[in-house]
């Protein structure tokens, strides 16, 4: 049986890894958003004090837990895929299709996402961008900077599912 060379399987352990660390890390985004919004509904319509602050608080991060999870969902398997055709396919061919799917549709977009993230996150920070829509005008730079971040993330973890594709693709069975 053919082993996989040691050099690619310590750059699979890695890429996995920081995506599994990220997105643990990333998920506890979650508590401030569930507290900033229970103490709105409280003050809301408890107090008949509603803040100016929640919905930006909201809307930020949950978008940043959104998109910086995307890697760890990639490397869970749990994007949106066509199960009803690829779960009857041999290992060999999800294997194909897969990293001809990474190569022509997934790299190039990511990299583009990636492009128009870096522009919209640095234009932001030489602006030092404040939203417009607010009262609160709470800075929107450091959430523009949550593209970028996340197109890296997911691409990183693209080079660890493709390999693993490859390897499918070749060896008719999964890493």
């Not at 890390?25 to 809301?44: D, K, N, Q, S």
């Not at 919209?120 to 709470?138: G, I, K, N, Q, V």
């Not at 523009?144 to 070749?170: C, N």
Request: aromatic share 18%.
């Amino acid at each position: 049986m053919e082993q996989l060379p040691p050099g690619l399987k310590k750059l699979i352990t890695a890429i996995d890894t920081l995506s599994e660390w990220s997105g643990r890390v990333f998920a506890w985004l979650i508590v401030p958003l569930v507290l900033g919004l229970t103490y709105e509904v409280i003050a809301r319509y408890g107090f008949d004090a509603p803040t100016i602050w929640a919905y930006d608080v909201g809307y930020m991060l949950y978008g940043s837990q959104f998109m910086l999870g995307a890697a760890y969902t990639l490397l869970r398997k749990g994007h949106i895929r066509t199960d009803f055709f690829y779960e009857k396919w041999s290992p060999q061919r999800q294997g194909l299709i897969d990293a001809a799917l990474y190569l022509f549709l997934f790299f190039p977009g990511i990299f583009f996402f990636f492009l128009a993230g870096w522009d919209s996150a640095s234009h932001s920070w030489m602006l030092r961008e404040t939203s417009e829509a607010s009262p609160w005008r709470p800075p929107l730079y450091p959430f523009k900077a949550v593209m970028p971040v996340a197109a890296a993330l997911l691409f990183i973890q693209g080079i660890s599912e493709f390999i693993k594709s490859v390897w499918a693709a070749k060896t008719g069975r999964w890493l």
